[in-house]
């Protein structure tokens, strides 16, 4: 080495900026070197990547992208609020912790809430269960409807037992109330009356979402209009009591969790606000008072930057929508309230989820939410415990408290990949949404069973690639864990809860004296005879004097018209192709002793077999195989009557496609003569030999982009397993 003291003084001439001194490359220079180190593939195939939502993404993006955006120079809290609707950001004031509470009982509800909110929580989400929504006493209601989604409740009692210690004025109150709000909002200004609690000072949302509720039920118990009708009479005595609450909700999760693109999700989203502001001013409420008290609630997935694009695109176009009806700027706003996926969970290797949820709940804020739900890691698999919800809710608070997020105001603007994605996303979204109001808007579509043809065409694709690992769900598809336990559901006894919920309801009923019994059969009847005009305080009245919800809303019901019946979508996870082929793997075991085996016929050096027995390992393993795995082979006989004294019904020759020419026809010959019903798989697809091998008896072949679900699927039914 040179003397570090003998080294010659280099003087710099000029101070070095790499702005000036180096030119950048134009897109089209990289684009020639890319392409020359492609060697003749296909530049589109190879570096173009289409998603479900048609669109193309780049592999690269630049500052002349920026350029032809129209919305690129907007700020923060102005114009269409690409940028979010505040200035400031989360600085000024973060997201809500708003984790929805799955317990059906008032008491470990109440129990649940208090705790979580000393925990991080900042907000109160309720989600009532299916009697609930329906406006039935948990006595009256189907036993599978009574706690089947979330808290039940029937009377003042039990809504007084769920707030107990609860202060609603200190923390926003979201209320999940299904395709009315009616009934809800009566019995929660019938326990704010009862603890002498100011409307005017809860803030939050009772929501209703008649479309969203028709969609995933396929019915809707009421007439729409009826529906409407309910919608307008909450949203207009919440202008005059509760003026912060917001009455009107529009989710998307239904469409969501049957496989949706985040443009079809967009746009739906879109044509069901747009049906309930028309509805709601065509009954003559004006633009501006309909728009305010409407919330989003949308589902977000793994995809991180297209769930960003998404929610900053959603902005936008409601925006746009909300300009055209001449609302006031304030009014055009978006509350979102975000969800993370239930679409992308599964069942086995669940602790996986906590990644997912992550960078989904990661998404979702960098998109700008008001408010957020991290779904627990075990809520595919029943009931979630303690520890699952504090994982689920710990996801906030450790993107706020160590990440930062809440010092953050728009992090994706600017990007060029992601200001030119929520472009593309917008522009679909608003194609799609015309296309569903030329149709005669989303109640029509939903009646002629649009979107679940739609949808439908965008599972098929997904499962497609799914099913051929072009798209990877680990633990699932790929990397299967097989030394795992799957995790028993906790179960919920809804027979054991709706006992228990009618024997509290009917010491109520009969706590009353007869002067009380006839004032509230006074105050239904005028329910019924004027149904929802005037029914919020003429039902808080009955309630505060001893009516049941039930009773409530049967009464205001008397004339609701027909039901309303469509297909409903098929609500589902992403994961439930393989984890149906690990179902039947998991049967077969307990049936047996033992899981499906297949046995690696590797022959050669370790050299020769490893990359195509490791691969043959993690293929068989997703459908729930048991993969022997041995050392390597010099005779294709020894293979045979190895995997035969392992008791394997398939083995899998492992090898180099140079030494497959010698060993395939031997190996299968005697494979054949151990158990002729034996199924010989060759790791490798080489076309020029492929027709010979088969010939020669070879059963099928395992390679990159072959039907994974289908090979393995067909060989559990050749094992007798399905």
């Not at 006894?493 to 004032?519: I, P, V």
């Not at 490798?684 to 679900?709: N, S, W």
């Amino acid at each position: 080495m040179a003397n570090e003291q003998n080294m010659p003084e280099v003087k710099l001439d000029k101070e070095l900026n790499l702005r000036n001194d180096f030119t950048p490359p134009t897109l089209d220079e990289w684009k020639k070197v890319v392409e020359k180190d492609l060697k003749g593939a296909s530049y589109e195939k190879k570096l173009v990547t289409k998603t479900y939502e048609g669109i193309n993404l780049q592999p690269i993006y630049t500052s002349e992208d920026l350029k032809k955006l129209p919305l690129a120079d907007e700020k923060p809290g102005f114009g269409s609020y690409v940028r979010g609707t505040k200035a400031s950001g989360y600085v000024g004031g973060s997201w809500n912790v708003s984790q929805e509470i799955p317990y059906a009982d008032a008491e470990e509800f109440n129990k649940t809430l208090l705790k979580d909110l000393q925990r991080g929580q900042d907000s109160i989400n309720v989600k009532l269960d299916t009697a609930t929504q329906l406006g039935l006493d948990a006595d009256y209601a189907e036993t599978e409807k009574v706690g089947d989604k979330g808290l039940s409740i029937s009377a003042l009692r039990s809504i007084t037992r769920a707030f107990k210690g609860v202060d609603l004025t200190k923390h926003p109150l979201y209320v999940q109330a299904g395709f009315s709000a009616l009934p809800f909002m009566s019995i929660l200004n019938a326990y704010l009356k009862n603890e002498n609690v100011k409307a005017a000072d809860v803030k939050g949302s009772v929501e209703a979402d008649p479309l969203a509720y028709l969609a995933e039920h396929g019915e809707l118990p009421v007439s729409f209009d009826a529906a409407m009708c309910e919608m307008k009479a909450v949203t207009e005595w919440v202008k005059e009591n509760a003026p912060e609450l917001k009455t009107v909700g529009v989710s998307t999760s239904v469409y969501h969790n049957a496989g949706a693109s985040a443009v079809q999700e967009l746009a739906f989203a879109l044509a069901t606000a747009v049906e309930y502001l028309t509805a709601l001013t065509e009954k003559g409420m004006s633009p501006d008072d309909a728009a305010g008290k409407i919330k989003f609630n949308f589902s977000v997935g793994t995809f991180y930057f297209m769930e960003i694009s998404k929610l900053r695109a959603a902005r936008v176009l409601w925006s746009k929508v909300l300009e055209q009806y001449g609302v006031s700027e304030e009014n055009r706003k978006m509350f979102i309230h975000a969800k993370t996926s239930d679409y992308t969970k599964s069942v086995y290797d669940p602790y996986v989820n906590m990644l997912r949820t992550t960078t989904e709940a990661f998404s979702a804020v960098v998109g700008g939410v008001d408010s957020l739900h991290t779904s627990p890691f075990d809520t595919a698999i029943g009931m979630s415990d303690e520890f699952s919800r504090r994982i689920a809710r710990n996801v906030q608070t450790i993107l706020k408290e160590e990440s930062h997020l809440d010092q953050l105001i728009d992090p994706a603007g600017g990007s060029y990949y992601v200001e030119s994605l929520t472009n593309e996303v917008a522009k679909k979204a608003w194609e799609l949404f015309l296309e569903v109001e030329e149709k005669g808007g989303m109640l029509e579509v939903l009646k002629a069973g649009y979107p679940t043809a739609v949808i439908n065409e965008v599972v098929a694709a997904r499962n497609k690639n799914i099913q051929k690992r072009k798209e990877a769900i680990v633990g699932i598809n790929m990397y299967a864990n097989m030394q795992e336990k799957k995790i028993a559901p906790r179960k919920f006894d809804n027979a054991e809860f709706q006992k228990k919920r009618a024997e509290y309801l009917q010491a109520f009923r009969t706590s009353g004296n007869s002067e009380k019994n006839n004032s509230i059969l006074a105050k239904l009847q005028q329910l019924a005879d004027k149904a929802s005009e005037g029914a919020i305080d003429t039902a808080t009245e009955a309630l505060l004097e001893g009516a049941t919800l039930g009773e409530v809303s049967k009464s205001l019901r008397a004339n609701a018209g027909d039901a309303v019946k469509v297909e409903k979508l098929n609500v589902h996870r992403v994961t439930e192709l393989f984890e149906n082929l690990r179902d039947v793997s998991l049967a077969y075991k307990e049936k047996n002793g033992h899981a499906p085996k297949v046995f690696l016929a590797n022959m050669g050096t370790l050299k020769q077999f490893k990359a195509r027995a490791d691969f043959s390992r993690g293929f068989f393993e997703a459908g729930g195989f048991e993969v022997i795995y041995p050392n390597g082979f010099d005779k294709v006989e020894d293979a045979a009557k190895a995997a035969a004294e392992a008791g394997a019904k398939a083995a899998v020759l492992c090898s180099t496609d140079d030494a497959y020419v010698e060993y395939v026809a031997p190996f299968v010959k005697a494979l054949k003569n151990t158990d002729k019903d034996a199924v010989a798989i060759l790791a490798g697809y080489p076309k020029d030999q492929i027709e010979t091998y088969k010939e020669a008896g070879m059963d099928d072949f395992i390679f990159l982009g072959a039907d994974v679900y289908s090979i393995l699927s067909g060989l559990l039914k050749k094992l007798g397993a399905m």
